[in-house]
Every structure is written in C-alpha cells, then in structure tokens.
C-alpha cells in the first residue's frame, strides 16, 4: 500500500507576500507546499512593554477581517474614535492591531484636525540644578503636569539647545552643547501622533546658545556660539526635502536671548562679538538680513518672554508676567494691554520664562511651572485672568524651603521651553 505523506500546515498569515516553493518528496511523485522565511520585515511588535507572548495563529490570520468595531462599518467606527479624548489614545493603541495602525496614520488625525477634535497640549522643557534635563506635558482638560519619559540620551544633560514646532504635531530639539563632546549638529524630533522621538538630518554647522523660528513650515536657525565664537551663519530645514542648507549670513554675529516672528519676518535680538545688544531682521522673500536700529520703539519696547497672535505683538510688562503690553504697528508705539491686578512676586520661582499660544489665548509659563492664560482678544478691560495650573507654586516654595535647609538653596529649576502640539 503507498505510504501517505501528510500534508503540512503552512501559516500564510505570518507575512505579507507568502512566499511558497515546491519540493519534491523523494517516496511518491506528489509536490507539497512548503513556506520558507519571508524576506519582508514583519508587523511590528506589540507596544505594551510587559507583553513578550506572541499572538495566536487564529488571531494572526482574522485580524485584516475584523472591524474596527463589532457591528459597525469601518467608516462609522472611525467616527466614533476619532471623538475619543486624546488622554486616553495611548489606551486606544493596546486594543489591537487594527486600532494601532489607524492611531500610526495621518489620516486618523488629519481627520481630527479637518473636523475641529484636535486638542493643543503645552509641553515644557525645564533643567534642574544639577543640569538634567526633563520634559512635562499639561493638558488643559486635566488642569495637571504629567511627567513624560526620559528626553533623547544626546539632551539628557545638553545646554543651550533650542526648540521649535513643525506641522503642529512635530517637536523638534536642535544643536546644545553636550558637557563631554562640546557644540553639537544633532537635530531630533517628537511627534505626538505616534508618541515616539525620531531622528532628522543633522544641522549643517555645530552651535548652541542660537536662535530658531518657523515660517512658511520651514525651520530656520542662525547665530549662536560654536568651539570658534560667535557664527554669523544660518540655515533653513525643509521638511519636504528633509535636508539643511545655508542661507544669507547675518549682518553681524550674534547670541540672540530673545526672538520672534512678526508680519512675516524673524527678529532677533542678542548679544554681538563686543558684547553689546543688537537687533537683526531677517526676510525670507529676499533672503536678507538687515540691522534694526538701536532707537527703533519696536526694539526698545521688546522684552522676553513675547508671543505673536492674530498678527500683533505681546511682551511681559513685569517680571511675573501679570501685566502685558502690546505693539501698536500703526502707531508704532508699546502699550499697556492686560493686567490680572494682582502682583505675584519677583522671585526666581515666580518669573515669567515663556509665552505661547494656548486654544486661540495667551498663555504665560513661569519657572515653578504655574500657568496664567488670558484673552487678549477681548476689549480693553475685558480680559479675564485664568490660573490654568497654580500648584506648581506651592510645591515650588516647598522644595526650595527644603533645599535652602539642607544647604543646596543655589540648585534651581528652570524652565527652558515651552511648545504647543496639536494631535
């Protein structure tokens, strides 16, 4: 009687391509089937950092069929998640495989974004007195900081990094001078669709201590202090190329503390080679710097933290952040816009380090990581004064009262950036 060959079991839902060849049985004339190793990378791996169990090959060979929701069309199903608040998605991505890949995409939040669901969280960056660097992330539902993971390794002691927002959703971190290998070209992103830090083409020149904007979707640096001095070079970063290159040199080197974009041109005042203040303007039209004069009231007026909206300039008016002052371009003239008439102090803890622009208001951070939000669209008088966060302050006064006792009254934190990203 003629030996039976048993057929084999081929899972054809472990890759893509399912890849097959023939091979001959040496007893019988028959072919079997027989998979070999699938040259594609596979579906990446489950998120969930305690889960090392592989899922089932029934699962593995349903999971393209299943709907996103039992009993609803896929197109219905994405409607109702894309209402889900942006808290829980991290949530969202563990349910399956499906959910996962749709929460990777741009459609799913391109879609929020089109339909008005995307919220703007405020992320801030702070260094503590040792120089460690670490990240919070406030969301304005919760009215609460959230610690976040550990920042890139290249910034986790890094000084004098600048940072800046691309296609509202991307969080890039540029340059800084690493204690051990001096000024650095590392340029590094964090997108908050996918909650994962990404590398980008390094900067063209090592600097820190320099300037960044954002017009036109496209990153600008410039200036700064490299291991010669002061640079006067400046590039751009097209995210569409995904490459640096130079433009214009500035007028004169420079260190810029303070920058802005306004009308559709980047001021930038700083510190010059003889240490003296200058102020310099760049066009991206004409691909020019120019000198702003020394007298110019715009200029003179213009302290840090500022903050553009809806065309029109912001600067604090105190060292707390409690008054504001806005730049008439008509008349060409500072003026008292906002006040919380309430003084809160000027010490360390209570200064104003950024402004930002927070759900269509002006949002001003301090160093005890307290948030005050107001609308400065509102007429005169009419702007009502929102503590967004004020716990910060009281754990503020407690940690430095501990640390004044234990003789580290010098070791401070400090805020060093504050973005907004929109998912």
Request: proline content about 4%.
């Amino acid at each position: 009687m003629e030996k039976l060959v048993p057929r084999q079991n081929v899972d054809s839902s472990a890759c893509l391509c399912r890849a097959e060849r023939a091979a001959a049985v040496a007893s019988t004339g028959r072919h079997v089937p027989r998979s070999r190793p699938c040259v594609q990378s596979s579906v990446r791996a489950s998120i969930h950092p305690l889960s090392e169990k592989r899922s089932s090959r029934a699962d593995r060979r349903s999971d393209g069929q299943r709907p996103l929701l039992p009993g609803l069309p896929d197109d219905l199903a994405i409607a109702c998640l894309i209402r889900v608040p942006r808290a829980d998605h991290c949530k969202l991505r563990l349910v399956c495989r499906r959910w996962l890949r749709l929460l990777a995409g741009n459609y799913f939040y391109g879609l929020r974004g089109r339909l008005g669901l995307a919220e703007q969280w405020l992320y801030a960056f702070k260094s503590d007195g040792d120089g460690r660097v670490s990240w919070d992330v406030l969301d304005p539902a919760a009215a609460a900081w959230r610690a976040m993971p550990p920042v890139p390794a290249e910034y986790a002691a890094a000084a004098g990094f600048s940072c800046a927002v691309l296609g509202g959703c991307h969080l890039y971190l540029l340059g800084g001078r690493d204690p051990r290998r001096g000024a650095m070209r590392r340029v590094v992103f964090y997108s908050a669709r996918s909650n994962r830090w990404h590398r980008a083409p390094d900067m063209l020149r090592r600097r820190h201590c320099f300037g960044a904007c954002v017009m036109g979707n496209r990153l600008y640096v410039a200036g700064g202090e490299s291991g010669g001095g002061s640079l006067r070079s400046a590039e751009v970063f097209d995210p569409a190329k995904n490459r640096w290159s130079f433009v214009s040199d500035m007028a004169r080197a420079l260190v810029p503390f303070v920058s802005v974009v306004h009308s559709g041109r980047w001021y930038v005042k700083g510190l010059g080679a003889g240490r003296q203040v200058l102020s310099q303007v760049y066009t991206p039209e004409t691909d020019k710097w120019s000198t702003v004069a020394t007298l110019d009231s715009m200029v003179t007026g213009w302290r840090s933290p500022s903050a553009c909206i809806d065309g029109r300039l912001y600067a604090a008016d105190c060292k707390d952040g409690c008054r504001l002052r806005a730049y008439d371009e008509a008349a060409d003239a500072w003026s008292g816009c906002a006040s919380s008439g309430h003084h809160l102090g000027s010490s360390h803890a209570l200064e104003a380090v950024a402004m930002v622009t927070l759900r269509g208001k002006l949002c001003v951070v301090r160093n005890d990581m307290s948030v005050s939000v107001v609308d400065v669209a509102a007429g005169a008088g009419n702007q009502p004064w929102e503590t967004l966060v004020g716990k910060g302050q009281i754990k503020s006064f407690v940690t430095n009262l501990l640390a004044s006792i234990a003789g580290r009254g010098r070791a401070k934190n400090r805020v060093l950036h504050c973005q907004v990203l929109e998912a």
